[in-house]
């Protein structure tokens, strides 16, 4: 009876510290990465209402804060706001879009109204410009509720580059840097050089399916090499989990492998599932994202009276 009672006791702390362990994880809020650095990358579950897991991140500098990327929402943009007021109280000097994605870009009018300057690649302020508004109406097709999209609007970067720009944020300096047409026609990275830090924004997938359906393969695949000759020791992807040099080369062998199987099969047949299905057969294990494989083969591959 005692060895029972203490058997029961034992899986109740188990139970306790499995459930403890996931309150935490969800809670967690900001990582921190480096003094004054951090990434927002606590959202494991890949909803749409969680910014389909996107991430983003922080860096503190003397005289204000930049923020790395807006998540899907104002509601999503409130959140990580919060969370940043649990750091730090300064105000919010800059805001920079990797790239115009709405699980990226759409948070943008909460961190504006609290003055940040938004800055983005000239290519993909033109993209969120053309497509921004069209896409918010549509939300509920990317299984976003009203309720969830409740005070989203779309505001554009009012500064924008088209190869590199520094920001000078007090003791610390950021390098914007576009390197060729590639996740999107305008994706940029953000890099901390003295910290050995890059936030790749969807450059970069680790362990989540990428989403290619605009992809530029040539162009993604030079990023990931400008991205191997870096500095860098710590790499914040747009999903998935930190990351460091040894994911952009599976990055690199992962999209090499989609493209060369799409392809031959899509000479074959028009049918994204059956293409998808054959796929998932060769790609490698990861563990988000999988709802993109037939979306990146029948915007990507297949000719468009077929999707
Ligand atoms: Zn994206």
């Not at 935490?24 to 003094?35: C, P």
């Not at 990226?104 to 003055?115: I, L, Q, R, S, T």
């Not at 053309?130 to 609007?153: C, I, V």
């Not at 003791?171 to 953000?190: D, F, I, Q, R």
Request: hydrophobic share 40%.
């Amino acid at each position: 009876m005692k060895m029972k009672v203490k058997r029961v006791a034992v899986i109740c702390a188990v139970i306790l510290i499995v459930a403890l362990g996931k309150s935490v994880y969800a809670q967690q809020g900001l990582t921190k990465i480096a003094d004054n650095v951090y990434s927002y990358v606590d959202v494991k579950n890949a909803e749409p209402g969680n910014s389909f897991a996107a991430n983003a991140g922080i860096i503190i500098g003397t005289d204000g804060i930049l923020v790395v990327d807006t998540l899907v929402s104002a509601k999503e943009a409130q959140r990580f706001l919060t969370d940043i007021r649990k750091v730090s109280s300064k105000p919010i000097k800059y805001v920079v879009n990797t790239h115009y994605h709405l699980d990226h870009a759409y948070g943008n009018g909460v961190f504006a109204k609290e003055g940040g300057i938004l800055i983005g690649s000239t290519a993909d302020r033109k993209n969120l410009e053309q497509k921004g508004t069209a896409t918010l109406k549509r939300a509920g097709e990317y299984g976003l509720s009203e309720e969830e999209m409740r005070g989203t609007e779309i505001v554009l970067p009012s500064v924008t580059f088209t190869d590199r720009m520094t920001v000078y944020l007090g003791n610390e300096t950021v390098e914007l840097m576009y390197v060729a047409p590639s996740h999107t026609e305008g994706s940029v990275l953000v890099y901390l050089p003295e910290r050995k830090i890059l936030f790749a924004g969807d450059i970069l997938f680790t362990d989540f399916h990428p989403y290619m359906g605009e992809g530029d393969l040539a162009g993604w695949l030079t990023a990931l090499d400008y991205i191997l000759g870096l500095d860098v020791a710590t790499i914040v992807p747009g999903h998935g989990p930190i990351s460091a040099k040894k994911d952009v080369e599976k990055m690199k062998a992962y999209l090499k492998l989609f493209d060369r199987k799409a392809r031959d099969l899509a000479a074959q047949s028009c049918d994204a599932d059956y293409i998808a299905a054959e796929l998932r057969k060769s790609l490698p294990r990861r563990s988000q994202g999988e709802f993109l494989i037939p979306v990146n083969v029948s915007e990507k591959y297949l000719p468009v009276k077929a999707r």
